[in-house]
């Protein structure tokens, strides 16, 4: 039997910094003229790929535009914390026996700056990013890559997520999605969107980890 094994997204999820990428977006938009694209509708797509973040913003490409933003939400990076309970969650999935494993839309070079941020490698089984796929969220590519790089079989794993995008993501891939309210997306939605289950943020789930999906791995 395979070991267990929980996929966790990290942005919004593990590491508040959902809203920080949106004030990074604005001012990269608007510094490569485009001052109409709004807050809200930034945010709403906040988790998705660039190429498709950016497509769906614009309605087309715009490479200067994804080069400002991560030159804008570099200079956030010191204000990037975890939520509250997040190490703990990652903590607890180890000690049952499982495997952690952060599997995330992030650039390489973001990546490292959302671990320096959770500071816990020891407990971190692999890491998929962006880099190591064709396509990022909502297609299932970092989750498939994330199991096979991990070792894990889909139905021994649960997805911990906090948008739409990670619920459609690990439908495709064949994953049942645990959802989390902290990257600021409504509960009736993450669970219109598939989420078998959603919670306040990760300290709740840790709270609530035997009655919860989780549980059930181990």
Same mark, same amino acid.
């Given at each position: 039997m395979s070991r267990s094994g929980v996929l966790f997204d990290v942005d919004g999820t593990l590491v508040d910094s959902n809203y920080l990428h949106v004030v990074a977006w604005?001012?990269?938009?608007?510094?490569?003229?485009?001052?109409?694209?709004?807050?809200?509708?930034?945010?709403?797509?906040?988790?998705?790929?660039?190429?498709?973040?950016?497509?769906?913003?614009l309605g087309s490409d715009d490479e200067t535009a994804k080069k400002a933003h991560g030159v804008e939400y570099e200079r956030l990076w010191p204000e990037l914390r975890p939520f509250p309970g997040a190490v703990d969650l990652l903590r607890e999935v180890r000690?049952?026996?499982?495997?952690?494993?952060?599997?995330?839309?992030?650039t390489e070079e973001e990546v490292g700056a959302l671990r320096r941020a959770l500071d816990c490698d020891d407990v971190i089984d692999s890491i998929t990013s962006s880099a190591d796929v064709e396509e990022a969220k909502p297609s299932p590519?970092?989750?498939t890559t994330a199991l096979a790089e991990a070792g894990l079989d889909a139905e021994r794993c649960v997805v911990v997520g906090d948008t739409v995008w990670d619920a459609e993501a690990a439908s495709r891939a064949g994953l049942r999605c645990v %959802?989390?309210?902290?990257?600021?997306i409504?509960? =009736?939605? !993450? $669970?219109? /969107? %598939?989420?078998?289950?959603?919670?306040?943020?990760? =300290?709740? !789930? $840790?709270? /609530?980890?035997?009655q919860s999906l989780l549980a059930s791995l181990f």
């Open positions: 604005l001012r990269a938009f608007r510094s490569t003229g485009h001052p109409e694209v709004r807050a809200a509708d930034v945010h709403r797509c906040v988790g998705m790929g660039a190429d498709l973040f950016v497509e769906r913003l000690r049952r026996g499982g495997a952690a494993v952060l599997a995330t839309s992030a590519d970092v989750f %959802g989390v309210l902290s990257g600021g409504a509960r =009736a939605e !993450l $669970l219109d /969107a %598939g989420m078998a289950e959603v919670y306040d943020d990760a =300290a709740a !789930l $840790l709270k /609530a980890f035997d």
